[in-house]
């Protein structure tokens, strides 16, 4: 199993956007028994809070499921029981690998590293810009990105290589 934890500061706008957006493209490659997804906020002012109404509009109007997901927020032990955890921007980033131990095996990236064509590091946060969109174009590219280079490693370990 892969298991894929999305971060941000609240898990109220990006994360839980980014976790609706990968379940559903997993689930359309026909890849739930091999991938779960998962998010978590390094701040812990949401907890237990669905995601925030624009982030709600923009996957409605997409017609992805957010079903069940409210707002928790990162555990040490998340460092280890993740394979992959995506930041959603620098700071995040910088908080998650405070809480790492220098033994841990997990991939540790921003989602904008793999979209290096966009010109930012960080996924603007929509909760101060209101924007939305922006922010689920990003992460649809982004998580495609994502999805592929599992796909890949998971060719590769498979085939012994
Ligand atoms: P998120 O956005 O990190 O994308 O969920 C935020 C949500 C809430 C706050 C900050 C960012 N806040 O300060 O409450």
Not at 1 to 19: H, W, Y
Not at 27 to 48: F, P
């Amino acid at each position: 199993m892969v298991k894929v934890l999305f971060v941000c500061l609240g898990n109220i706008c990006r994360s839980p956007m980014a976790e609706a957006m990968f379940r559903d493209l997993v689930k359309r490659e026909g890849l739930e028994h091999i991938i779960t997804v998962d998010s978590a906020g390094t701040g812990d002012w949401h907890v237990g809070k669905p995601p925030h109404q624009g982030t709600q509009d923009i996957l409605n109007q997409h017609q992805i499921s957010f079903e069940g997901q409210v707002a928790r927020q990162l555990v040490t032990t998340d460092l280890n029981d993740f394979d992959y955890i995506v930041a959603m921007d620098t700071q995040n980033e910088k908080n998650i690998h405070k809480l790492t131990s220098l033994h841990t095996s997990t991939k540790i990236v921003k989602l904008l590293d793999y979209v290096p064509e966009a010109d930012k590091l960080d996924v603007p946060d929509p909760y101060f810009t209101g924007n939305f969109q922006e922010v689920f174009d990003l992460l649809k590219v982004g998580c495609e990105r994502l999805l592929k280079e599992i796909q890949t490693n998971e060719n590769a370990s498979r085939e012994g290589k």
